[in-house]
């Protein structure tokens, strides 16, 4: 009789505990304005990183970045060079990202926001901006969401340490003392959240965003989308194995979708109307 107590308790322990997909709950990020971009003085600014103000309208995020565990769950698969379920999943093309937001939209019975077609090199891609489902980013809202209400190069202030992110720590921002240099990525929620309650968002992984690469309009913007043309989709935050530089709020990069590599991941968003 003990035996089964002990074995019954142990089940409803198991029953219990969420998996970690499940027990993540998206933040709330209340719209406004901001300066999207750079200022001029900005030390290793670039030259796409006009400052121009956005207007955005409330949305959810993801506290973390999707991690394996979470796309094991999904996709049944884990592409991810490094190996560990709370690891923000990598190696993830921005096509395989957005199949993930819709797989786990209809696994939720949420409404499903891309629409994807065709096959191989011919893949388009639509968003159905009134769908409920999970979605990336747009370049805009990850900005506004790493910053959290700052206007320094990150969101850390006028420099980041590797005890605050991890980066490729013996190239710190603007001469900064020299830190760790891990060589790896590290679980998501490593290091303390910026102050709307979003973690790595600098550093640990790129995150793709829905945007295509372009040039910044100079008229103020509402929930921009990107630009109209181009063949390079957005990456923002930089990696493990990035400069400092290339952690600011600020900083743009851009891929081939179909590539992978093993410092690219993402985090999921959805609408909040």
């Given at each position: ?55 955005l309208s409330d949305f959810y995020l993801a ?10 769950e999904i996709m049944n698969t884990n592409p ?75 969101n850390t202030g006028g420099n980041i340490t ?112």
């Amino acid at each position: 009789m003990k035996s089964i107590i002990i074995t019954v308790l142990c089940l409803a322990v198991i029953l219990a505990t969420p998996s970690l997909s499940s027990a993540v709950d998206l933040i709330l990020v209340k719209g406004g304005k901001f300066m999207m971009g750079s200022p001029e003085r900005e030390i290793s600014r670039g030259k796409d990183e006009t400052r121009h103000r956005v207007v955005l309208s409330d949305f959810y995020l993801a506290p973390y970045a999707v991690t394996q565990q979470e796309y094991l769950e999904i996709m049944n698969t884990n592409p991810s060079h490094f190996s560990g379920g709370t690891l923000p999943v990598e190696n993830v093309t921005w096509f395989e990202a957005v199949t993930y937001c819709n797989e786990r939209s209809k696994k939720e019975g949420l409404t499903p926001v891309y629409v994807i077609s065709g096959s191989g090199e011919q893949l388009t891609v639509t968003w159905n901006r009134n769908a409920n489902g999970y979605r990336l980013p747009t370049e805009a809202e990850w900005e506004y969401a790493c910053r959290a209400g700052t206007t320094t190069p990150f969101n850390t202030g006028g420099n980041i340490t590797s005890d605050q992110a991890n980066y490729y720590g013996h190239y710190p921002y603007n001469n900064a003392p020299r830190g760790q240099y891990r060589e790896t990525t590290v679980p998501v929620g490593n290091f303390a959240p910026n102050a709307w309650g979003l973690y790595d968002m600098h550093g640990n992984v790129w995150e793709w965003c829905w945007d295509l690469h372009g040039e910044y309009a100079l008229e103020e913007q509402t929930d921009p989308i990107g630009a109209k043309d181009g063949g390079f989709r957005v990456n923002r935050g930089g990696g493990w194995n990035d400069f400092g530089r290339h952690l600011r709020s600020a900083y743009r990069a851009a891929h081939n979708p179909a590539n992978r590599t093993f410092n690219i991941g993402f985090r999921v968003a959805r609408n909040a109307r």
